[in-house]
């Protein structure tokens, strides 16, 4: 008897083997490695191109630093409804976390001005260097979920040879008519340029 139910046990076991591949099998097919959900939009944004007047004769070496407040050092792109509530656009990023994409916006805008030359990182006290905090960067809601408009606010300070120091408050809010992410995004890069054209005035 006790031979038979090793024979027995014997022959279950291509069964419980072929039943155990096609398990894994399945399940590889059906989300482990696969995924029916489109890919994240990966969203860009632009410097500011224009040119701003200045007395200024030669480039002044600056570097830029960019901070966010908490909830905000992210790269999903986000919302803020009214009662407060921070959350994020599903299947939407920018093409970097929210400090290195305005790093990189800040440098470009104020290299493209033509009246500053950019170094990464500060290397001594004759250099100038501008700091800024991201207070608000966020497309707003109304009480029904809806899209109604942009916000983007920095503040900081912009320190110059050790003598030189201007306080930097800067905020602007673009209206959007649309739920669809080209209309938000659009509503975010006029906010951004409304922001570096109050920057190059105030440097």
Not at 54 to 73: F, K, N, Q, R, Y
Not at 158 to 184: N, Q
């Amino acid at each position: 008897m006790w031979k038979n139910s090793i024979t027995m046990n014997s022959r279950k076991i291509p069964q419980l083997v072929f039943i155990l591949l096609y398990v894994l099998g399945t399940g590889a097919c059906s989300g482990l490695n696969q995924s029916d959900k489109p890919a994240a939009q990966i969203w860009w944004l632009e410097p500011y191109s224009g040119n701003i007047s200045s007395s200024t004769e030669t480039a002044e070496i600056v570097s830029v630093s960019v901070t966010a407040v908490p909830g905000l050092d992210t790269q999903r792109i986000l919302t803020l409804s009214e009662n407060a509530e921070l959350k994020k656009f599903a299947g939407a990023r920018w093409a970097d976390s929210l400090p290195e994409l305005l790093t990189s916006l800040v440098s470009r805008s104020l290299e493209g001005s033509g009246r500053f030359e950019i170094l990464p990182a500060s290397t001594g006290t004759d250099n100038c260097e501008l700091e800024l905090e991201v207070q608000a960067f966020y497309a707003t809601l109304d009480l029904n979920g809806h899209t109604t408009g942009v916000t983007v606010a920095l503040n900081g300070r912009y320190l110059c040879d050790g003598s030189k120091t201007i306080l930097i408050d800067l905020d602007s809010s673009i209206p959007v008519s649309a739920d669809r992410m080209t209309v938000i995004v659009e509503g975010f890069q006029r906010a951004v340029d409304a922001v570096m054209v109050d920057l190059l005035k105030k440097i």
